[in-house]
């Protein structure tokens, strides 16, 4: 468990002015209809399509691996649909982090709780995989108002920013986990807690198996799922979760939980959650973050790079 950070005083100091200005700003926006954040994250996302051209480039290099089978002109909407999902992020995080449980209720969807409570039934916590799609703040704000979890949390280089963010993500979790800490995962996890992982990055090649991904045959994928799944008493349930059109809020959606799982077969286990991956971005393939250079481990450090 991380030590909560604490206000200090030194955060008054002018080098912090800036950004407490910022946040003043955001928390009077915030009280904007939903609406009116969605279309002024609209706009932010195409800002942010003109200004952040290595971002850009990233993420229609992604598309074009993941779907060849798609047109030039489709890929370029693809990445225009997702900068504005990405500008929608920030007041995803706002929301999350500021708006008060009576309000996000309103904008909150929650489907197949039951598969979370038949792990409780059985006395089992639940590793609950999760993929970084750009509404996930929210989406895990969404989840909390059920059922507090554990989350996992590394500390922001800013100390304000830091003290900002672990107040925010707190509002959704029973406490924080910082990110190497396994030994308290697995406490957790035996604890009967729900632990949200998220396996779908690249995180190198240590620790990895390298499995398709989309149409890509070999992406580093982490064996972290597998670890958590074999040391701790818990079931391994997906969740998908989804921007829901019309400004109806968020939707998160608990799977059943995997069977037989791990089965033995590092490779064979990871292509599976990389396949209820597949399956969670293909929901809404725009919400997806993109932007990650999720293929820059190759299988051979001598393999050509694929950005």
């Known amino acids: 468990m991380v030590k909560a950070p604490r206000f200090q005083w030194s955060f008054l100091y002018p080098k912090y002015w800036l950004l407490w200005l910022g946040c003043a700003l955001m928390w009077l926006i915030s009280w904007l209809p939903y609406g009116a954040l969605m279309k002024l994250g609209d706009g932010l996302g195409l800002l942010l399509l003109k200004a952040l051209k290595s971002r850009y480039k990233v993420a229609l290099r992604n598309i074009e691996l993941c779907f060849p089978e798609q047109s030039t002109h489709e890929h370029q909407a693809l990445v225009r649909a997702n900068f504005k999902e990405s500008g929608r992020a920030l007041f995803d995080t706002i929301i999350a982090w500021w708006w008060p449980a009576w309000r996000i209720r309103k904008f909150a969807h929650l489907k197949g709780f039951e598969h979370i409570q038949a792990a409780h039934d059985e006395g089992k916590g639940v590793l609950l995989l999760a993929s970084h799609m750009l509404h996930l703040e929210a989406a895990g704000r969404v989840f909390g108002l059920t059922l507090p979890s554990v989350g996992f949390y590394r500390p922001h280089n800013n100390p304000l920013m830091d003290w900002l963010q672990y107040r925010g993500r707190i509002k959704a979790n029973k406490y924080m986990i910082g990110k190497r800490e396994i030994k308290a995962l697995m406490q957790a996890l035996n604890e009967q807690e729900v632990c949200f992982y998220l396996p779908d990055q690249d995180y190198g090649r240590k620790k990895a198996e390298f499995v398709p991904f989309f149409a890509v045959p ?3 994928t982490t064996t972290g799922t597998l670890l958590f799944a074999n040391g701790a008493n818990c079931q391994v349930i ?4 989804s921007r829901l059109p019309g400004n109806q809020g968020y939707q998160v959606e608990c799977l ?3 069977e037989d ?3 033995g077969d ?3 286990d990871v292509r599976r959650v990389n396949q209820w991956v597949e399956q969670a971005v293909l929901r809404h393939p ?5 932007l990650h250079r999720r293929f820059k481990t190759r299988p051979n450090p001598d ?3 694929l950005y």
């Open 238 to 241: 997906p969740v998908i979760t």
């Open 266 to 268: 590092d490779a064979a």
């Open 286 to 290: 725009e919400q997806y973050m993109w």
């Open 261 to 263: 799982f791990p089965s």
């Open 218 to 220: 070999d992406a580093a």
């Open 256 to 258: 059943p939980a995997f």
């Open 303 to 305: 393999d050509v790079g």
